[in-house]
């Protein structure tokens, strides 16, 4: 570098004005960690050189990553007009627009980009990361793809890949994406942080222990590592060692909603976290916060004020976050599709119809279906069940919805085509459990949608129907922030929703044989617990096991967002919870009239 410094600079003794000259000098600068003296420069041979298209695409490079994103716009444009049919400068545009959230506009950028170099990997990415913002998530897999076919060493494009895989249930093609990019990247904290995401999905968390820990060991910065070590030992019950982490995350970094929002889902909030409180009501009023981060912190919010018994603070903190979330979420609830949707399972799986399917079906007894509305008590019912010595959980695998596209909509299904849904499926349940139980719930609440298909696959298994008071269950959905589906954020939308699962419960009971579906009231388990459980017992073929009345002291990992409360001592506080918030229930009101 020394050498290459002492050239340039007898190059511009001999031509002050050589552009070539100055922009090495310029590199220099930054490789030797100068990045403002690098800008300085820059902005010195643009302003001397002010047709240099190599200048003008190098400043506009740096203030698109590093600087001010409006002003790179201005250079990329001014670069378009020296060489309007060059890829770099429509790329460069494009990026800029992306990092500035106009995705549209970025997105013909990459396009006409690639009209001119269809080759270049970088832009087929980008095309990527402006397609899944737009939600045209299948046109998003496919530029990742075609990015990672024409450069697989494009680490990035397996990181955005992996993210859709998760959003869409793929863990085992996120595990792969995430396994490559730390390939890729050994050496990275960002890369030891996505294969610990990754080993966290697949249960393997000693492994992912181990990768989070080195990630925050090269970068000790990196909040986001601790948080999610944290939610790894959560999940396994190792709250006090949860606690440590999330204190050590807190002091790096007191300024992340998602941090706040991790320690209040994972303890009861008391008076003595006054202080805590209070730091979280000025985060939420800062207003370089983002809207997904607000919302986040009104959840957190909410439910601590929701522990603290202060429910009119807490019910506004929560219709500030489903506000915001109903704002955020790309795909905008169907109430006429979700209507649709049901009435043609009703008019399709008819008695004489789920008859003729079954012959197809596999005779495993090993399956056991824990299904009803979100937040209904189904991760309670699974700890409970899972604590008997021949029954292991698989939790939310959410596989079954996607495999059964297929086959079950025509009237004689290929018996190959279910046999491979059976085997795919078994090797699935058995990787996410114990295999040699001969019983493994998968305690996917959606699943209800497509139970006529699930059982005339497995026409032997039992189910588990989760069932809650109606006000209590949608109370509960609307104040819990993970994962929640689209209809959640708005109290008109829950009311329509939960009708709409009311109608193809009763539905799929009307066509399954007698004994297949066990309904399980979430109050009567919390108050007389041991009758309940031999009922369940009975329904599954299993004896009895006194383990089952101890579910808190089942390690089985929970990640979902009851967590905590799974792992406690049932309590009846959760039980007509609604009553607190009956002065605003709204909409919601309405199912109090359900007979119930």
């Known amino acids: ?318 219709d500030s976050a489903n506000e915001l979330q109903e704002r955020l979420k790309p795909g905008k609830f169907d109430s006429v599709k979700l209507k649709s949707t049901v009435d043609e399972a009703i008019a399709w799986f008819t008695n004489e119809r789920m008859q003729s399917y079954t012959k197809f079906g596999s005779d495993s007894e090993k399956p056991v279906f824990i299904v009803g509305m979100p937040r209904s008590g189904t991760t309670l019912l699974e700890q409970i069940v899972s604590s008997h010595t021949d029954v292991s959980a698989a939790g939310e695998l959410g596989v079954m919805n996607a495999m059964l596209e297929g086959p079950f909509n025509q009237e004689s299904p290929k018996e190959s085509e279910v046999q491979a849904i059976v085997q795919k499926y078994l090797t699935s349940l058995e990787k996410s459990a114990n295999p040699d139980s001969s019983r493994i719930t998968e305690k996917t609440p959606g699943n209800y949608e497509v139970l006529g298909p699930i059982l005339a696959t497995f026409p032997r298994a039992k189910v588990l129907h989760c069932r809650r008071h109606p006000v209590d269950n949608c109370i509960s959905l609307y104040t819990t922030p993970f994962m929640a589906p689209t209809f959640a954020h708005n109290k008109k939308s829950l009311v329509f929703a939960y009708k709409q699962y009311l109608r193809i419960m009763e539905h799929w009971k009307s066509v399954l044989p007698p004994g297949t579906i066990l309904d399980v009231n979430y109050e009567d388990v919390v108050r007389d617990r041991e009758p309940i459980v031999r009922q369940v017992l009975e329904h599954l073929g299993l004896e009895w096991d006194e383990a089952c009345m101890h579910h808190d002291k089942n390690e089985n990992a929970i990640s979902t967002p009851s967590l905590w409360q799974a792992r406690q001592p049932i309590f009846t506080s959760s039980v007509a919870r609604w009553k607190n918030y009956e002065p605003w229930l709204g909409p919601l009101a309405e199912l109090l009239e359900l007979d119930y």
């Not at 690639?114 to 970088?122: C, E, G, M, Q």
């Open 1 to 318: 570098m020394a050498e290459a410094e002492q050239l340039s600079n007898q190059t511009l003794a001999a031509d002050p004005n050589h552009a070539g000259a100055k922009l090495m000098l310029v590199r220099l600068a930054a490789a030797q960690s100068s990045p403002a003296l690098a800008e300085q420069k820059l902005r010195q041979v643009v302003a001397a050189h002010p047709d240099s298209f190599e200048g003008l695409m190098t400043l506009a490079w740096r203030l698109c990553w590093e600087g001010d994103v409006d002003e790179a716009i201005s250079f990329c444009k001014r670069a378009l007009q020296l060489r309007p049919n060059s890829s770099p400068p429509h790329y460069q545009l494009g990026c800029c627009y992306n990092r500035k959230g106009r995705h549209a506009e970025a997105l013909l950028c990459f396009e006409k980009s690639l009209a001119i170099n269809p080759s270049a990997a970088i832009a087929h990415h980008q095309r990527g990361v402006a397609l899944r913002a737009l939600n045209r998530v299948p046109e998003a897999a496919e530029a990742f793809e075609k990015a990672l076919s024409l450069d697989p060493k494009l680490a990035a494009a397996y990181e955005d890949m992996g993210e859709i895989y998760l959003e869409h249930g793929n863990v085992g093609g996120a595990i792969s994406c995430f396994k490559k990019f730390y390939q890729l990247e050994p050496r990275s904290a960002k890369g030891s942080y996505l294969l610990g995401r990754a080993l966290v999905e697949e249960r393997r968390y000693e492994e992912a222990d181990r990768a989070l820990r080195q990630a925050f060991a090269i970068d000790p910065k990196m909040v986001a590592a601790r948080i999610l070590l944290a939610r790894s030992l959560q999940n396994r019950g190792q709250a006090a060692l949860a606690e440590t982490e999330l204190k050590k995350a807190m002091a790096i970094d007191p300024y992340r909603p998602d941090l706040y929002c991790t320690v209040v889902m994972g303890t009861k909030i008391t008076p003595q976290d006054g202080e805590m409180i209070a730091s979280m009501v000025r985060l939420s009023k800062e207003p370089w916060l983002s809207p997904a981060a607000t919302s986040t912190l009104h959840f957190a919010l909410g439910k601590a004020y929701d522990d603290l018994g202060e429910y009119q603070k807490a019910i506004k903190s929560f």
